[in-house]
């Protein structure tokens, strides 16, 4: 198991996004443009990530 933290940034606003695209910003906990967020690299994550990779940017801690 990796225990490696990816942090992830909303840069492009969620709005006028479709219903799926709004449920993966807010399942990775991103509300506003700007927040960031630090979580655990697991397929589940890298699965939202995948869907709003347009909206975020992610770095690799």
Do not use: Y
């Not at 799926?20 to 699965?47: S, Y």
């Amino acid at each position: 198991m990796s225990n490696q933290k990816i942090k992830i940034t909303l840069i492009k606003s969620k709005f006028g996004r479709g219903a799926k695209q709004l449920a993966c910003v807010h399942g990775l906990g991103l509300r506003r443009i700007n927040q960031t967020v630090e979580l655990e690299d697991t397929p589940a994550i890298k699965g939202m990530i995948n869907k709003v990779a347009h909206l975020i940017r992610v770095e690799v801690i």
